[in-house]
């Protein structure tokens, strides 16, 4: 069994490279995975609203479907830039949606999966925010909210994250501690595998005579990080893009 795992592309446009990288990635993927695990902020900003509002998606969508077509099931962790999935992931893709932290079974192996975004207690603003527009409040506002006017806000928010990220960085890194303590709770309550996104810190360990694996899946912006299982082993790769002489847009 071959199992791929994305998470934090935050995709924007088509111009991008790590967009156009994306698009090369998983049609490599057609007909050569079973499963496509993506635990969330594989957009910038998508909620649920048409797809043909989004058009500037419309190629990952489409790509994302041929995959499906090939004969690859698909888990969506939803993250805090995408939530509140539309009826083209359920429908028309047929993945299987979590608003939050899920427990798979892998080969056999039970495993937890998450965007990772809830993992750390201490960011109660973040946390009220989470709650606010994964809520039920914001997910009937949908409908009547221009989709313009949702991007504008989410654009406000986007560059506050951003910065937020950046300040993070000259503190202290307290994220692969945070990470860890998570994992040992469901490692303590029988999972054998935890996999995160969010954090944006690539690595894998493995504990207790290599029965318990933990992956923090990195990013998929400059570091093109991806997960993989495949015939009973766990790996985090970085994906090579073929040659492309049109840099990554800055952010």
């Given at each position: 069994?071959?199992?791929?795992?994305?998470?934090?592309?935050?995709?924007?446009?088509?111009?991008?490279?790590?967009?156009?990288?994306?698009?090369?990635?998983?049609?490599?993927?057609?007909?050569?995975?079973?499963?496509?695990?993506?635990?969330?902020?594989?957009?910038?900003?998508?909620?649920?609203?048409?797809?043909?509002?989004?058009?500037?998606?419309?190629?990952?969508?489409?790509?994302?479907?041929?995959?499906?077509?090939?004969?690859?099931?698909?888990?969506?962790?939803?993250?805090?830039?995408?939530?509140?999935?539309?009826?083209?992931?359920?429908?028309?893709?047929?993945?299987?949606?979590?608003?939050?932290?899920?427990?798979?079974?892998?080969?056999?192996?039970?495993?937890?999966?998450?965007?990772?975004?809830?993992?750390?207690?201490?960011e109660l603003s973040h946390r009220?925010?989470?709650?606010?527009?994964?809520?039920?409040?914001?997910?009937?506002?949908?409908?009547?909210?221009?989709?313009?006017?949702?991007?504008?806000?989410?654009?406000?928010?986007?560059?506050?994250?951003?910065?937020?990220?950046?300040?993070?960085?000259?503190?202290?890194?307290?994220?692969?501690?945070?990470i860890r303590e998570y994992a040992?709770?469901?490692?303590?309550?029988?999972?054998?595998?935890?996999?995160?996104?969010?954090?944006?810190?690539?690595?894998?360990?493995?504990?207790?005579?290599?029965?318990?694996?933990?992956?923090?899946?990195?990013?998929?912006?400059?570091?093109?990080?991806?997960?993989?299982?495949?015939?009973?082993?766990?790996?985090?790769?970085?994906?090579?893009?073929?040659?492309?002489?049109?840099?990554?847009?800055?952010?």
């Open positions: 069994m071959r199992a791929v795992i994305l998470a934090d592309a935050h995709l924007r446009t088509p111009e991008d490279r790590n967009y156009r990288a994306m698009l090369t990635f998983l049609a490599e993927l057609e007909g050569s995975t079973d499963l496509l695990i993506i635990l969330g902020d594989l957009f910038e900003f998508l909620i649920g609203y048409p797809a043909g509002d989004f058009p500037h998606y419309i190629p990952i969508l489409e790509a994302l479907l041929r995959v499906k077509r090939r004969g690859a099931r698909i888990i969506y962790c939803e993250g805090n830039h995408d939530f509140h999935l539309g009826t083209f992931f359920t429908e028309t893709l047929g993945a299987e949606l979590h608003r939050g932290p899920a427990v798979i079974e892998l080969d056999g192996h039970r495993t937890l999966i998450c965007h990772g975004d809830q993992i750390n207690r201490g009220l925010l989470r709650a606010l527009f994964h809520g039920p409040v914001v997910k009937a506002l949908i409908p009547v909210v221009p989709v313009r006017f949702a991007c504008f806000i989410a654009d406000r928010l986007g560059r506050r994250s951003v910065g937020s990220r950046a300040k993070k960085k000259r503190t202290v890194d307290t994220r692969a501690m945070l040992a709770r469901f490692f303590g309550q029988g999972c054998t595998v935890v996999i995160t996104g969010h954090f944006h810190l690539p690595f894998l360990e493995r504990r207790e005579n290599n029965t318990l694996t933990l992956i923090s899946m990195g990013e998929w912006i400059t570091s093109y990080s991806y997960g993989e299982y495949l015939n009973g082993t766990f790996s985090l790769n970085s994906y090579s893009p073929p040659d492309d002489p049109i840099p990554n847009n800055p952010r």
